[in-house]
């Protein structure tokens, strides 16, 4: 409320400097020569000026703004500004035709030379008002990439934090500390999978996106450690033959971990996830059977990077459903060669 009622005061502050443009350039003789400012027909002609500059030059900036919402500078940089000037003269056009009339109807006064001077004016402003839309999109996605880089860092050290936490290495480790004495074949496998993992982590630090092809590989291994720590208590069901995407790195990974670490996994209740591909989406699903009390805290972080990192990859939304199972939904990403 506090903010709107302070972006009201501001819109009716830039409309009194224009009215009081109006009346500058009609005290001055820009759009009125030799006018008493005792006559009325000062202040008519003073009233259209201001009122003037208002119609153009806040409509023409809320329709660079709209426009730019529409066709995004960056993307479609010519469309823009094609369809900017086509916008601007329309309107600009149709804005002083309109006020003209309702001059004439109700002071029976034709502007003429005063029109096309705030026409002449009004050019000049629409060009400044596409060149600020043009600076602010291109100044939004610097920091938008910037952002982007910094929750890529974030995501990647959550996941190496992840990896190398103490509940994890505890688990491990015991695991492979069992096999040693059972199964020395499978726990040499189980290293092997575990240095895949650590150095799947470390070689796509620097990386915004990977092929599905290598995070389901990297996923792979990763299912192969906790598989083998919960047996048949943990189903994974992955069925992405032929899809074709990239995907930001762990995220898969991340999805799948979060489904052991929030689910109860047990003889009685078994765990099973399920990744597959749907209609433009990347699915990542699991019965819903949720902890009571976690081994660690939970800050939510995670699934809410996973929505800020898709933002500037694609233009669609990550979808989650919550219900009997809990879905994620993830755009699938066109391969890039």
Known sequence: MILTRKIIL????????????????????????????????FWIIASF?????????KGNSYLADAV????????????RVLVGLL????????????????????FDVKFGNSAYYTIGFTLVISLFMH???????????????????????????ENLKSQVNPHFLFNTLNVLSNLVYEDQDKAVKFIKHLSEVYRYVLDTHNQEVVTLEEEEKFLNAFLY????RFGNKLMVDIRLQGVQSMVPPLVLQMLVENAIKHNIVSEENPLTVRVYAQDAYLVVE?????????PEES?????????????????????????????????IIPVTT
């Open 10 to 41: 501001l819109e009716l502050r830039d409309m009194a400097i224009l009215l009081l443009i109006g009346f500058v350039m009609t005290y001055t003789g820009l759009s009125c020569r030799a006018c008493d400012i005792q006559t009325q027909r």
């Open 49 to 57: 000026t201001g009122f003037s500059w208002i119609l153009l030059f």
């Open 68 to 79: 730019s919402l529409k066709i995004s500078w960056l993307e479609y940089p010519i469309r």
């Open 87 to 106: 916008v601007t003269v329309a309107y600009t056009t149709l804005a002083m035709y309109l006020l003209n009339v309702i001059y004439l109807r109700t």
């Open 131 to 157: 060149g600020r839309a043009f600076l602010l999109g291109w100044r939004q996605s610097a920091i938008d990439t910037e952002r982007l880089q910094k929750e890529n860092i974030a995501a990647r050290y």
């Open 225 to 228: 450690l906790q598989q083998m």
């Open 286 to 294: 699991n019965n819903f059977q949720k902890k009571m009390v976690l």
């Open 299 to 331: 800050t939510g972080l995670g699934l809410e990077n996973i929505r800020h990192r898709y933002e500037f990859l694609t233009k669609l939304p990550v979808e989650v459903i919550q219900n009997d199972k809990f879905t994620v939904k993830l755009p």
